[in-house]
């Protein structure tokens, strides 16, 4: 004897699978299968995992770099654009994050058009080992070390003068020119140095002590070397490499301390110095 409870169960089992399916293919289905992307602290990135940086330290970050509307600001592995809208929105720079993962950028992108700074923001996706950040004016970082460290030779190689910030890590045997602490997390600051390691001619206002030789000796933005003074090396003083500012210092034959300060241009320096009686004098420098 055959049951009519088997025809109705079959029928119904039609009815719910017609109806799962039209929920699928419904807007509604669409939108739990397909929700909007969502960072989350610490998923896997190509170098390094993501961890946003606290809003406090970015403004910081763009303090310490004295940003202003002039400045072509990057970030390296710029995550949600948090930084580079920052540079944007608040100093009014034009700025472009380095972002590897896809869904990273078009989420950075979408922030920076839902904060009105898509004309000033750019994300480029991509290895921030190959992308050429050269025409940057500020570079900001929150890497590891290593990552910092493999970075140093093409950050170097900026133009001098350009301001680097690095949240919690520094550059290992390159120091920052400054620190900030901020409620227990560290912002490193740098000014990529201009290259001084050599001889040059150095030449006072006047024709006092012309083709006078100093050499430089170049450790990043530390300074050490001597002048030509006569039969004597006179080592100098407070040598300070700060960008393109220079500054040095050495006692001359006749016991007077000569203090220079002045800015570097490729192979060129000059600036001012303090005389006889103290009184200042123009001093310009050629590398031999």
């Keep these: 004897m055959t049951s009519a409870?088997?025809?109705?169960?079959?029928?119904?089992a039609l009815l719910l699978a017609f109806a799962a399916q039209t929920l699928a293919q419904?807007?509604?289905?669409?939108?739990?299968?397909?929700?909007?992307?969502?960072?989350?602290?610490?998923?896997?990135?190509k170098d390094v995992i993501w961890v946003p940086s606290p809003d406090q330290v970015v403004e910081r970050m763009l303090q310490m770099a004295q940003t202003t509307p002039r400045d072509f600001v990057v970030d390296l592995?710029?995550?949600?654009?948090?930084?580079?809208?920052?540079?944007?929105?608040?100093?009014?720079?034009?700025a472009m994050g380095v972002e590897y993962?896809?869904?990273?950028?078009?989420?950075?992108?979408?922030?920076?058009r839902k904060a009105g700074v898509s004309d000033k923001v750019t994300i480029v996706q991509g290895d921030f080992f190959k992308v050429d950040f050269g025409k940057a004016t500020v570079l900001t970082l929150y890497l590891l070390p290593d990552l910092n460290v493999k970075l140093r030779p093409r950050i170097l190689a900026l133009k001098p003068g350009t301001r680097v910030v690095s949240h919690s890590f520094d550059m290992q045997e390159w120091e920052?020119?400054?620190?900030?602490?901020?409620d227990g997390k560290r912002a490193y600051f740098w000014v990529v140095p201009a290259s001084v390691a050599g001889r040059w001619t150095l030449e006072l206002d006047g024709g006092a002590s012309a083709g006078l030789d100093i050499a430089l000796e170049q450790e990043y933005q530390k300074l050490s070397g001597y002048a030509h003074v006569g039969d004597v090396l006179a080592g100098l003083r407070d040598a300070r490499l700060r960008g393109t500012r220079i500054r040095f210092a050495y006692v001359d034959a006749k016991g007077l301390r000569r203090d220079f300060r002045g800015q570097v241009n490729g192979t060129?320096?000059?600036?001012?110095?303090?005389g006889d009686q103290g009184k200042p004098g123009r001093w310009q420098a050629v590398k031999r």
Excluded at 5 to 12: D, G, K, L, N, Y
């Design 268 to 274: 060129r320096m000059d600036g001012e110095y303090v």
């Design 26 to 45: 419904s807007p509604q289905g669409d939108a739990q299968q397909k929700k909007p992307f969502e960072p989350s602290v610490g998923q896997a990135g």
């Design 5 to 12: 409870f088997a025809p109705r169960a079959a029928v119904a």
């Design 176 to 182: 920052p020119d400054e620190l900030s602490l901020l």
């Design 101 to 112: 993962n896809p869904d990273m950028v078009k989420l950075s992108r979408d922030n920076a």
């Design 77 to 94: 592995g710029s995550g949600d654009g948090k930084i580079v809208i920052s540079a944007a929105q608040r100093y009014g720079a034009r």
